[in-house]
Every structure is written in C-alpha cells, then in structure tokens.
Antibody
Framework: QVQLVQSGVEVKKPGASVKVSCKASGYTFTSYGITWVRQAPGQGLEWMGW????????NYAQKLQGRVTMTTDTSTSTAYMELRSLRSDDTAVYYC??????????????WGKGTTVTVSS | QSVLTQPPSASGTPGQRVTISCSGS????????VYWYQQLPGTAPKLLIY???QRPSGVPDRFSGSKSGTSASLAISGLRSEDEADYYC???????????FGGGTKLTVL
C-alpha cells in the first residue's frame, strides 16, 4: 500500500539544523511531488513547501526561504527536509505528504505520521 | 494570522447538516482552487475535498465543498460522532506566493 515513513523524534538546540526524512513506498516516487507541512503544538497547519520528485524543482514558503532545503533521493524513494538556524518557534510536528497536484495546485492524499522536532536550550 | 478565515468552532447533533466557512480574498480563493482537510485528534490530516468540490475516492458523499467568489464552504450532512475533528481549508495565495491554510475549525458532535 502507499505509505510515507518518516524519521524519528528530534531534539535540537537553538541555532542547530535538523534533517527529516520521508521514505515512500507503494507507488512510483518520481510521478508525484512531496509537500512538507508543519504544526506547532496546539496550532494549525503551516505549508512549508513542495518538491517535485521528478526533477527536483522546489517551491518554498517565503517565510522559510533561506533556512529550508528540500531534496529527494530517487534511488531510495526518499525525500528530505532540512531546516537550519532553528529557533524555539520551529518546535512542531513536521509532516511529509504525497502531492497530487503541481504548481499553485497543491493537494496531498497520503501523509506520513509526522516527526516531532523540539528546539530547546 | 491566516489570510483564510474560518470560525474557530462549529457544532451539530448526529444526523444534522453543518457547514464550515472559509473566507479569503481575490488573491487566494477568488483566483485559485480550495482544498479541505480533516484532522482527527493525534493524527495526520486527511484530504476531504480538492479543487473546490472534488472528493477523493473513499471520502463519503456526506462531505461536499463549494466556492463562490472569495469564500468557500464545507458541508457535512448526516453528521456522525466520528466526524468530530479539526477541519482546515487551504488555497494558493498569489500575493504571498504560497499555499495558505485557514486557522482551522473544531467540529463538535453534541
């Protein structure tokens, strides 16, 4: 079955970086994009950006430009999201999701279970 | 604050029909598709509606979406206890050059 398996819990200090992985299975990885969404404790959803697994094109949220990098490894059907210069307000659950759409038309039908990232000194 | 405005809460009794609104502007809902997600407590979101009113396979036809001008709505008919969840609308915003989510609506089934 189609699934996305994310890496485990991360605890980081302010200023550090975190890299979350998302391994896809059950479908042709390069036929879809991957969107990353995060959710701070008790808060709503925040779109972080999208990457095409076909050609690596990316589209990042303006708020995170310069701090986030999304990549894919097609040999292992894995997507990665790296966030640098972590702050306490980056504490959140980070989700990857398979994106069925494309530019300006992002919608996600399969989601990972989420990776909790805690930023604390 | 999100550019898409949802009521923070909604409620209904079993069997009832409830609607959740999502208000935006010409740079988001007015010119782009709207999507709806359901998030049960402690779980990842689930796609309910895409491209304004399309239902993915497996989503019951009790759920329907509509859009008019700069607003959109999610309607749930025949309300069930398992519908108790948070609901989020989403749309691309041309001004912000990003996908925006509404603040979410917590639906309580009384």
């Amino acid at each position: 079955q189609v699934q996305l398996v994310q890496s485990g819990v991360e605890v980081k200090k302010p200023g550090a970086s975190v890299k979350v992985s998302c391994k896809a299975s059950g479908y042709t990885f390069t036929s879809y994009g991957i969107t990353w969404v995060r959710q701070a404790p008790g808060q709503g959803l925040e779109w972080m950006g999208w990457i095409s697994a076909y050609n690596g094109n990316t589209n990042y949220a303006q708020k995170l430009q310069g701090r986030v990098t999304m990549t894919t490894d097609t040999s292992t059907s894995t997507a990665y999201m790296e966030l640098r210069s972590l702050r306490s307000d980056d504490t959140a659950v980070y989700y990857c999701a398979r994106d069925l759409g494309g530019t300006y038309d992002y919608y996600m039908d399969v989601w990972g279970k989420g990776t909790t990232v805690t930023v604390s000194s | 604050q999100s550019v898409l405005t949802q009521p923070p809460s909604a409620s209904g009794t079993p069997g009832q029909r409830v609607t959740i609104s999502c208000s935006g502007s010409s740079s988001n809902i007015g010119s782009n598709y709207v999507y709806w997600y359901q998030q049960l407590p402690g779980t990842a979101p689930k796609l309910l509606i895409y491209r304004n009113n399309q239902r993915p396979s497996g989503v019951p036809d009790r759920f329907s979406g509509s859009k008019s001008g700069t607003s959109a709505s999610l309607a749930i008919s025949g309300l069930r206890s398992e519908d108790e969840a948070d609901y989020y609308c989403a749309a691309w915003d041309d001004s912000l050059s990003g996908q925006e989510f509404g603040g979410g609506t917590k639906l309580t089934v009384l």
